[in-house]
Structures are given as structure tokens and as C-alpha cells.
């Protein structure tokens, strides 16, 4: 039976894992490359490197980092933020990475998921999703694409740029043209419960997952075993992503799949 | 020396990564002439087979006379499907044909709620042993990701089950695949990938 997925996510910024609460806040967390391979001995099934704070300049140093981690493990690796260009999405796959991760760059050119599927094939481009339930969008992004809002309230609004910019996108219609345009995997994070520890956003990971036909990965909210159960059972999930949850020591990636193995839940032992 | 074909369908990275930290030296061939010298050869693919096109009549023939004279073949995930004799994606390319029977995609029950791409860790059964699975356990579970599928045959190595049975590594002789990422399957990938160098 195929296996649900737990993703450890390295949110890196200057070469460093940092996670905050809402996006905000960040605290250190540690060298990539070590929590990688700590990771790996625990049995993680895959690693996404999330460069945060990535800017042009930033590539060469986000090969490095890329580099540094695939060097530890021999698992599916993800590299997203600040992948803006096919050159970009190019440099971070010739470091290491497996698969790209879209976000803004996506909403603002949705061709360029295409163009991606196309040179490296779908199983090799993520789109991420991050979406807000029901936000009042009252200032949007100043300068960015989508500065003629504000927008209506929608069931889950979709925001751009980690989360600051404001979009007229619904996360399950963007999933839908997402996945037609050639993504290969949905990358969807709440945001409303990133670092929040309260559980993951099952209806919301439902709404996108029974929408389309590609893997769903959940991601925001993880603060206990329970939760991933329940985004798997309830919020349809094909895999689940967490980041401080694993980094602090706080729970161990074979205990959380001993858990969801006792409650019945497939994963890779 | 191990040819590594690059046909350019995608990223060779992590093969050329795994293949190094079990001592294999690897090179990618510029001519299809070079696999002569080879003393393995890996057709890599990920993604459409209509990518296999790259693989030219030239490219085809070295192959295929590499084969015959013994040299150990080793193909990965749309690599093993261009060994069978075609595939329903790209119904006007040829595969090389060495192993009977035809690619297929995945059918599920209407709202069975699989997803298509087979994304993710699922496991093997071995209908029989083989030097390629040697000392993998059943239950082993390895790293998929493909639409596409190959029958189970006489050949077949190790069986997966997604919707049905299909062919997760095959060996007959020489002719060796795996439709799974064995350089993405972490250590039970990185044995399979030892017990093909060491054949």
C-alpha cells in the first residue's frame, strides 16, 4: 500500500534553519545539513529546503546549502523560495534538488509551471499554496502584482510572497489550474496555522485534495502525533509537512510513524 | 566506468550522487560509440516517455550491441518502461523491446480517490529471487514517482501494487530495471543499486 508521507521542512534563511510563528518571529534552529541527517537516521520519507528570505543574490548560496543537505541523504529533496525563473528553478535541481517549489513565482507567471513540467517533467514541480480562511483583505501588497484589491472574502484566500501579499486567487480553484498547468504536487500551508501547533487545516487540505489528482502535501499547524492522523483521515492527505515540531527535539520522526502505524495509518517503517 | 546516458530527460544529479557513495565511477557518454568501453550502463528518465525519442536509432543500436556482447544494463523509472515494447503514453514511440508487453497507466474505481502520479514509498513482494534484490526483505518500500506502468512478466523481480500489480524491477540476464528511484529509496535503494554493480 503506497505510504503517507512525512516531509521535514528546513526553512533556511543565510545558510541557517529558522522557523517562526505566522511567518514572523524567526529563531535559529540549526545547520541544515546536520538536521538533515539526523532526519534521515530517524526515517524521514523526504526534505523540503524552504529559503525564506531568498533573494537573486541568494542563489549561490542557496546551491550551496542545497548541496550540503543532499550530500546527507538519499531521499526526494525539495528546494523552494526564491525560485522565480527557470533559471533559478535550474541552479537549485543542478545543486541537488529533486523537485522546485512555486509559490509567488506561479501566481504571477503560471506559465513558467508549465515551461518547468515540461524541461524536468510534473513529478519534479511543486506548487505551493499558501492560503488564510476567510481574509479581509485590506491592503494589499503596495508595488506587488495584485495591488487592484482589496478582495472579496473567500473560503480560503490565496497570499503570495510568505504570506504578505494579498491575491484574488481561492486556494481549491488555484490547486485546479495549478494542476492542469503541469504541477506535479500541491504544497498546501494555512496560515492562519503555521507554527501554531493547534493541528493542521484538515477541511481546507480536504477542499484541494478531493479537487484534484495529484498528491496533496499538508503543511502549518503540526503540534501533535494526533494531528497528523487526523490530516490524513480527515483532511485527505497524502503526505504531511512540519518543521519545529521535528527541529526542537520536541518528537522524533519513528515515533510519530510508530504512532500513525498503531492507528492504522500506512507509512514507511 | 559506468555510462550514464544522458538523453536529456532531466535531472541526473542524484543518480550520479548515489552511484559515487557506493564507489562507482561514473561518466556520461557524449557519442553513442563511447558505450563500447563501458563496463555498465545505466538509461536513467524521469517524466514522458515520448523523452525517450532522445534515445536515437544510433543511441538504440550501441545499447542494444552492448547487450549482446554482455555488458550489464541497468534502467530507472522510464528507463525500465523503454526495455518493454512501448507505452500507452506515447503510443508512436518505439521502446527497445526487450521485454515483452506494454506500459500502462494506473485505473481505479470511479471516486477511489487515488491519486495519479503513483507519488511516494510503497512496497515490494519478490516472486522469485534475483541478484538485483538480493537481501531485500519483502515489505521493503521504495521511492515511486510515475504514471505510467509496466505489466508483470516472467522477468518481473519485484511486484508492486498500486491499483494492480505492475513491474517495480525486472532482470533478465544482463537486462536489469527498476521503476522506483533506487537513489531516492534511501539505504534499501542504495543496496539494490551495490548488488547491480557488484553482478
Keep these: 500500500m503506497l505510504s503517507k508521507r512525512i516531509i521535514a521542512c528546513l526553512d533556511v534563511r543565510d545558510g541557517k534553519v529558522v522557523k517562526g510563528v505566522n511567518f514572523e518571529g524567526l529563531r535559529d534552529a540549526g545547520d541544515p545539513a546536520a538536521l538533515a541527517r539526523r532526519y534521515n537516521v530517524e526515517g524521514i520519507d523526504e526534505v523540503v529546503i524552504l529559503d525564506v528570505t531568498a533573494t537573486v543574490e541568494a542563489r549561490q548560496a542557496r546551491a550551496h546549502t542545497i548541496a550540503a543537505v543532499a550530500r546527507e541523504i538519499f531521499l526526494p529533496l525539495a528546494v523552494g523560495g526564491g525560485i522565480h525563473s527557470e533559471a533559478d528553478a535550474a541552479a537549485a535541481i543542478e545543486a541537488g534538488a529533486d523537485k522546485v517549489s512555486l509559490n509567488t513565482a506561479a501566481l504571477r507567471q503560471p506559465e513558467l509551471i508549465t515551461r518547468l513540467a515540461k524541461r524536468y517533467g510534473s513529478q519534479a514541480v511543486i506548487v505551493a499554496i499558501d492560503a488564510k480562511r476567510g481574509a479581509t483583505v485590506a491592503a494589499p501588497h503596495k508595488g506587488g502584482p495584485y495591488e487592484q484589491g482589496p478582495y472579496e472574502r473567500g473560503p480560503y484566500n490565496v497570499f503570495a510572497r510568505s504570506g504578505q501579499a494579498a491575491t484574488p486567487r481561492d486556494a481549491v480553484e488555484w490547486a485546479r489550474e495549478a494542476t492542469d498547468r503541469g504541477a506535479g504536487e500541491i504544497l498546501l500551508t494555512s496560515i492562519d496555522r503555521d507554527g501554531t501547533k493547534s493541528g493542521f487545516d484538515c477541511a481546507m487540505t480536504a477542499a484541494v485534495s478531493d479537487a484534484v489528482n495529484i498528491p496533496v502535501i499538508a503543511s502549518g499547524g503540526a503540534g501533535t502525533f494526533e494531528h497528523f492522523a487526523e490530516v490524513f483521515r480527515e483532511g485527505h492527505a497524502d503526505a504531511a509537512l512540519a518543521a519545529s515540531i521535528f527541529h526542537f527535539n520536541e518528537k522524533s520522526v519513528s515515533e510519530l510513524k510508530a504512532f500513525l502505524s498503531k492507528s492504522g495509518i500506512p507509512v514507511r517503517i | ?199
Design chain 2, 1 to 199: 566506468m559506468i555510462a550514464l546516458v544522458d538523453y536529456g530527460a532531466g535531472n541526473l544529479t542524484s543518480v550520479r550522487k548515489a552511484l559515487a557513495a557506493i564507489g562507482a565511477s561514473v561518466w556520461t557518454p557524449s557519442a553513442p560509440g563511447e558505450l563500447a568501453r563501458a563496463d555498465g550502463i545505466i538509461v536513467p528518465g524521469v517524466g514522458h516517455f515520448d523523452a525517450t525519442r532522445g534515445l536515437t536509432d544510433e543511441w538504440r543500436t550501441a545499447i542494444t550491441a552492448a547487450v549482446a556482447s554482455g555488458t550489464p544494463l541497468l534502467g530507472i523509472c522510464v528507463g525500465l518502461q523503454w526495455l518493454f515494447e512501448g507505452s500507452e503514453e506515447a503510443p508512436g514511440v518505439a521502446g527497445l523491446g526487450l521485454l515483452k508487453g506494454t506500459c500502462f497507466t494506473f485505473t481505479f474505481p470511479v471516486n477511489a480517490r487515488q491519486k495519479v502520479p503513483h507519488v511516494g514509498w510503497n512496497s515490494l513482494t519478490m516472486p522469485r529471487p534475483s541478484t538485483l534484490m538480493a537481501g531485500i526483505a519483502p515489505g521493503t518500500q521504495v521511492y515511486f514517482t510515475h504514471s505510467y506502468a509496466a505489466p508483470v512478466i516472467d522477468d518481473t523481480a519485484a511486484i508492486c501494487d498500486y491499483g494492480g500489480a505492475f513491474s517495480a524491477a525486472v532482470e533478465r540476464g544482463n537486462v536489469s530495471a527498476v521503476q522506483f528511484h533506487p537513489e531516492k529509496s534511501g539505504e534499501a535503494g542504495l543496496r539494490i543499486l551495490t548488488n547491480w554493480l557488484g553482478a
